[in-house]
């Protein structure tokens, strides 16, 4: 294993929303991704999810009240709570999710990735 530099792996992608890998940590992946916009309401049946914003600032909707993460700061989505991240600009983010986990949780549509790419 390597040191991982977050800027340097930011900055070899600029798809939004299309976690990578960058880690693994047991059995959950370190992904990066872009957010910009937003991405739907989603829930994770099973497992929680973890965000960490590195860079902007990013908004997660929860059904009961609305969560700001600047950067630094993280928040875990408990696993069955239904969230909607949205960015208004561009936000680097890093999160932590199982390997069995889909990135849009209960949601499969044309955004849902059945495979990460590693970088």
């Given at each position: 294993m390597e040191k991982v530099?977050?800027?340097e792996k930011f900055a070899l992608f600029h798809q939004y929303w299309t976690p990578k890998i960058v880690g693994e940590y047991n059995d959950s992946y370190v992904l990066l991704a872009k957010f910009n916009g937003e991405l739907f309401w989603h829930q994770h049946e099973a497992e929680d999810e973890f965000f960490l914003v590195i860079?902007?600032?990013?908004?997660?909707?929860?059904?009961?009240?609305?969560i700001w993460l600047e950067e630094g700061e993280f928040f875990i989505v408990p696993q069955g709570v239904e969230h909607l991240p949205i960015a208004e600009e561009e936000v680097q983010v890093l999160?932590?999710?199982?390997?069995?986990?889909?990135h849009t949780g209960n949601v499969v549509n044309e955004r849902t990735l059945t495979t990460y790419e590693r970088i």
């Open positions: 530099n977050l800027h860079k902007g600032k990013l908004l997660l909707k929860l059904r009961d009240r609305d999160v932590l999710d199982l390997k069995s986990a889909k």
